[in-house]
């Protein structure tokens, strides 16, 4: 049975969504202080419908929280609440700009003098070219300055914030690429990475941000109240200098109509109401006051972009479990989640997609839980093909978040993506035949008969006899569009055969006129060479020199005897593939599906095709194809292909993808690289680095259950230190800390810097997003892609 309606923990949850509101309204307008802070096997089960809210719960998420001037507007007609037992008024204008004004002196604040940091540029002209950068994708100004301890150059961003605003602007750098951002404080002179805190999951383009205790942690029992204060005030303005009203208390701006024309805020809309007052620090707060449902709706897309309905509906439990677990969590400035990375990713109204609105729809009010209790649903980007355990990154372990393989268990997984033939590979089991199997089924493809179903290694080194020479001759000459050669009784002898090989392909005469007599006896340098005669010389010489006619181990072409079916196979097969005579096509597969095909073209064209019942299929392991009976095609493996006159598939050549066979290896992080020169890791390490002196080495000391790294240590003149859990990714600025190192030296044996070879982009714990996808797209449902992921969860439907 599920465990959740006897779990005390989820009764005083239920008791507290129910309770929310009315706590709310019953807030007093005249409350002089803002909010109190709250510290900070797979089962296959059905969805528990046991407990239920008797009402969808709200949520606050702070869209703005420091404006000096903000606008809001509808298209409909704009209506205002100042005192909340009061009914809507409808305000004059249809937009209105807000400026916070200090009706006092504001109190002496702590914690104010925070900004963001990025260490480690190596010169003044990388330093200067990032801050165009951080000017360019984010708005904020850089001041560049030299530290003089690892003497290289530093970016300072933003000044006198709160640590709140320091983190945010921080996540916002993140989300712009600078990985390697970290808050720093005037009064301590540390710097303080995000990167160590507990994140919440990641769009598919960046890592996510941090992650407080959860609200089941903090006790649900302290709902976020509105702030209201004597000594700030909003001031409210119609078009140009026109004050209509000031207001102590927040002002709740809503629509008449929040279907046909939403609220908007500096022109983006928004379900629900907006609701801004002056916060402590001067500014403004903007807080978006939705249903869960609706804010959900503003999640998805943000976050996974893939078009799965079952990836989607996973990712929709994952955000509105998360939204349940961590309301509350930042209380004390009035709002519940924040819009960036730091919580989960918003945008509002304008992003919503139909493909991620019906996945919220069909996962209404289910969260995934633990024991009876919301989970803390951390996800991440890309995993690397493994997810790790929890206290592994972070500093708590949860029973939840295992470290799981990133696909499907057992050989079961790839049987969506099969592709089988009734043909039966060829009978070969000397080593020196091995390419005949391919070079025969591309040559029987285009219509060279063979005279045999099934090839063995008997029929391949017996001799060919003159008509099966001729008819293959005529074959080369009509795919070259050449006319049949004359062809005399000794063709199957090299110097006869090479003539009539070279007419065939090239026409009449080439390597004769192309070639001089002492180019001709430079390449005829072998022992029986003087044994061809005069009028074959020159083509036997030509089909050497460009790699098509070989010599025999004892380097001799023994142009008295008769070649043997595979020499002049091969033969045949090598100078046609590399003349573009075989018709053989070039593509990128997506997965297959029911035996069929889908094939990206060299010119970026999705072709979907079916595969002949007796199709020639091969698989390359190491530098050679191999025939078999059946390919797994996952996605984003190499394919040669030939298509017989009916547009099937009947020849399919597949060399493994790079991107390997995990699910989320439709990532474009799935693997990367990063270099970091000894100057810059140090520059980068210099707050865990103190005290060792110069560093000479970076060294793995212990790697979690994923082989991600764990603890890194840091070696240096005079000493070691440690670098531990989910600093490491943040500290070097790497997107994952699923890595191996590769030292590069200098003359005297000294390293001089470090190549990272890694997989993955984020913190690697809990639900890996495009993991989801690739899972959905194995056919997988959204309760069994949770669960793939989240270790002992039930669902669980609370509304």
């Known amino acids: 049975m599920p465990l959740f309606p006897r779990s005390k923990a989820v009764a005083l949850f239920i008791a507290y969504a129910l309770l929310c509101p009315t706590l709310l309204l019953a807030q007093s307008m005249q409350e002089t202080r803002p909010r109190r802070a709250v510290e900070p096997a797979e089962t296959g089960a059905p969805i528990s419908q046991t407990t239920k809210l008797s009402s969808e719960p709200t949520v606050r998420i702070g869209l703005a929280t420091n404006a000096r001037s903000v606008t809001i507007s509808t298209a409909g007609r704009l209506m205002k609440i100042t005192d909340e037992s ?15 004004r200090v009706l006092a002196p504001l109190p002496p604040t702590q914690g104010t003098d925070f900004s963001v940091e990025i260490q480690g540029a190596a010169t003044r002209v990388d330093a200067e070219r990032a801050a165009r950068e951080i000017k360019e994708q984010t708005g904020e100004s850089a001041e ?33 690429g600078f990985v390697s951002a970290t808050v720093t404080s005037a009064r301590t002179s540390s710097s303080t990475n995000a990167g160590n805190r507990q994140p919440s999951g990641a769009n598919p383009a960046r890592p996510r941000g941090i992650n407080p205790q959860s609200a089941s942690q903090q006790g649900m029992t302290n709902p976020v109240s509105r702030v209201t204060s004597p000594t700030r005030a909003a001031v409210v303005y119609a078009s140009g200098a026109s004050m209509l009203f000031t207001s102590y208390a927040p002002v709740v701006f809503s629509s008449d109509d929040e279907r046909a024309s939403p609220v ?3 022109e983006k809309p928004y379900r629900g109401r907006l609701e801004v007052f002056a916060n402590a620090q001067g500014g403004l707060t903007v807080v978006n006051v939705l249903g869960m449902e609706d804010y959900v709706r503003g999640v998805v897309p943000n976050e996974l972009n893939y078009p799965a309905i079952e990836a989607l509906k996973a990712q929709a439990v994952a955000a509105r479990t998360y939204a349940f677990r961590n309301k509350n969590q930042f209380a004390s400035q009035g709002f519940d989640l924040l819009p960036t990375t730091r919580s989960q990713v918003y945008g509002g109204l304008s992003t919503e997609q139909p493909l991620a609105s019906r996945a919220v729809e069909e996962t209404r009010g289910v969260i995934a839980t633990y024991r009876g209790e919301p989970i803390n649903a951390l996800y991440t980007s890309t995993c690397g093909g493994r997810t790790e355990d929890s206290e592994n990154i972070f500093p708590n372990a949860e029973p939840y978040l295992r470290a799981r393989e990133c696909s499907i268990e057992g050989r079961a997984a790839f049987a969506p993506f099969i592709v089988k033939t009734s043909r039966e590979p060829a009978e070969i089991m000397e080593e020196a035949n091995l390419q005949l199997a391919r070079d025969v089924a591309v040559l029987s493809v285009n219509n060279f008969s063979l005279g045999t179903a099934r090839i063995n290694d008997s029929w391949l080194s017996a001799s060919a006899s003159a008509s099966e020479v001729r008819n293959w001759i005529a074959a080369v000459a009509r795919l070259s569009r050449n006319p049949l050669p004359a062809i005399i009784d000794d063709v199957t002898r090299p110097p006869a055969f090479s003539t009539a090989l070279a007419a065939a392909v090239y026409g009449e005469g080439r390597a004769d006129t192309l070639m001089d007599a002492a180019d001709v006896e430079y390449i005829l340098s072998f022992r029986d060479a003087q044994d061809i005669p005069e009028r074959n010389r020159a083509d036997v010489a030509y089909l050497l020199r460009d790699g098509f006619l070989s010599l025999h181990p004892d380097v001799t072409i023994r142009p008295r005897e008769a070649m043997s079916r595979a020499r002049m196979l091969h033969t045949i097969a090598s100078i046609l593939e590399a003349r573009g005579r075989l018709l053989l096509q070039k593509g990128t597969a997506k997965p297959a599906s029911a035996g069929a095909l889908v094939l990206r073209s060299t010119k970026s064209r999705d072709l979907t095709m079916a595969v002949a019942s007796d199709a020639y299929l091969f698989r390359a392991f190491g530098a050679t194809a191999y025939q078999v009976r059946s390919l797994t095609v996952v996605g984003g493996e190499p394919v040669q292909f030939h298509l017989n006159s009916r547009g099937e598939v009947d020849y399919m050549e597949v060399r493994p993808a790079a991107e390997g066979a995990s699910a989320e290896r439709f990532s474009p992080f799935t693997n990367w690289t990063a270099e970091l020169s000894l100057n810059e890791a140090q520059a980068r390490l210099s707050r865990w680095a103190r005290g060792v002196g110069s560093l000479t080495d970076l060294r793995v000391a212990a790697r979690g259950s994923s082989r991600r790294v764990t603890d890194l240590e840091l070696v240096g003149t005079t000493g070691t230190a440690h670098v531990r859990g989910g600093r490491i990714r943040s500290a070097l600025g790497l997107r994952e800390q699923l890595f191996v190192i590769e030292r590069r030296y200098d003359d005297a044996g000294r390293v001089t810097g470090f190549t990272f070879t890694g997989r993955g982009w984020g913190h690697g714990v809990g639900l890996c997003q495009v993991g989801a996808y690739g899972m959905a797209r194995a056919g997988l449902s959204y309760d069994k892609i949770l669960r793939a992921y989240y270790t002992g969860i039930e669902l669980t439907k609370l509304y």
Request: glycine content about 4%; cysteine-free.
């Open 86 to 100: 009061a009914a809507p008024e409808a305000l004059e204008v249809a937009r209105v700009r807000i400026e916070p």
């Open 144 to 176: 560049v300055s030299l530290d003089a301890q690892t003497n290289t150059w530093k970016l300072r961003i933003g000044g006198n914030l709160s640590r709140a605003d320091a983190d945010e602007l921080r996540a916002r750098l993140e989300e712009a």
């Open 264 to 266: 908007r805020f500096n």
